[in-house]
């Protein structure tokens, strides 16, 4: 009878992957119990800033809600007591320029105060001191200058703004006698503005080409009337004219006293100097509507064309 012999399991030869195979196993489990250890901690820190973040920025909303909710009251009790005053005729000029002082100096960006430095002149010229009515006069000029030399310091960064002298004619001093009423001017003059628009890769460019013209001029009351046509080019195509005419004087504040362009932009003009029978100063400023008094509110459409252009460039 055959006896069997017992077989030897013949070790299976391994090669290099299957060596490097059984090293890596455990090494992998390794790494990948450190990976989410690390996506953990570094989740978890992330979450906890963004927490701490949005804790501190609610925390800085609320408080500058409660600060512009008590400066609002604040600033409306002073409105209606200043407004009260100088609305009675109880007081004097001198307390009543004070209270358009106050007025002018904290309200500027926000009211048209046009009105009341127009109403406040009115009260001057009746005063019959001479003396008087000059210092008031200038105490007034110079106030009005004040708030738009404030307005200007605001805008400057996002406004460009160009000079322009309105020249008397040669003979002007010949019409002294009737000063007090207007005198007609025949003299004109252009600038260029420059702004534009980006979207996608092509910008659009805004050309605004102001011409302004002088119509008439009173030596009494510091006021020249104009007529101002400003036409507006994209990419140098003609696209439309915007024109105007009204009397400026030392009372035109530009973030309130101004004319929408198109593509939220604001052209302005600005008295700052009647030199008779020299030259009449203007300064032309050119701005976004951004930038203009809080009382003005941007048209839905503009800000609709400006949310689509970010998209587009985004």
Do not use: C
């Not at 489990?29 to 996506?39: D, H, N, R, S």
């Not at 110079?142 to 605001?154: G, T, W």
């Not at 809080?294 to 064309?305: F, H, S």
């Amino acid at each position: 009878m055959d006896t069997e012999e017992p077989l030897d399991p013949r070790k299976e030869k391994r090669d290099l992957w299957d060596k490097i195979q059984i090293v890596m196993q455990p090494v992998g489990g390794l790494i990948t119990a450190l990976t989410i250890a690390l996506v953990s901690y570094y989740g978890s820190n992330y979450l906890n800033k963004k927490q701490n973040d949005e804790s501190k920025i609610n925390l800085y909303t609320q408080l500058m809600s409660s600060r512009e909710q008590s400066e609002s009251a604040l600033r409306k009790d002073m409105f209606n007591s200043i407004l009260g005053t100088i609305l009675k005729k109880t007081h004097s000029l001198d307390e009543n320029l004070l209270q358009l002082e106050l007025l002018a100096y904290n309200f500027h960006e926000s009211l048209n105060l046009m009105p009341l430095f127009l109403y406040m002149e009115r009260q001057i010229v009746r005063e019959k001191n001479p003396a008087l009515r000059a210092q008031y006069r200038e105490r007034l000029y110079r106030m009005a200058d004040d708030v738009i030399s404030k307005q200007i310091s605001s805008l400057e960064g996002a406004s460009s703004s160009q000079k322009m002298f309105i020249t008397f004619p040669s003979d002007s001093i010949a019409h002294k006698p009737v000063v007090s009423g207007e005198v007609a001017i025949d003299w004109a003059d252009s600038k260029v503005f420059y702004d534009s628009v980006k979207v996608g890769i092509k910008s659009n460019i805004y050309r605004r080409v102001v011409y302004l013209k002088a119509q008439s001029y009173n030596v009494a009351e510091k006021t020249v009337n104009v007529r101002v046509d400003i036409e507006t080019y994209l990419n140098d195509k003609s696209v439309n004219m915007v024109t105007q005419e009204f009397t400026i004087d030392y009372f035109q504040f530009p973030m309130i006293d101004n004319t929408r362009l198109s593509n939220d932009m604001r052209i302005a003009l600005v008295m700052r100097d009647f030199d008779y029978p020299n030259f009449i100063e203007l300064d032309i400023l050119y701005f976004p509507g951004s930038h203009s008094s809080l009382k003005e509110k941007p048209y839905y459409d503009d800000v609709v064309k400006k949310l689509l252009m970010d998209q587009n460039v985004h």
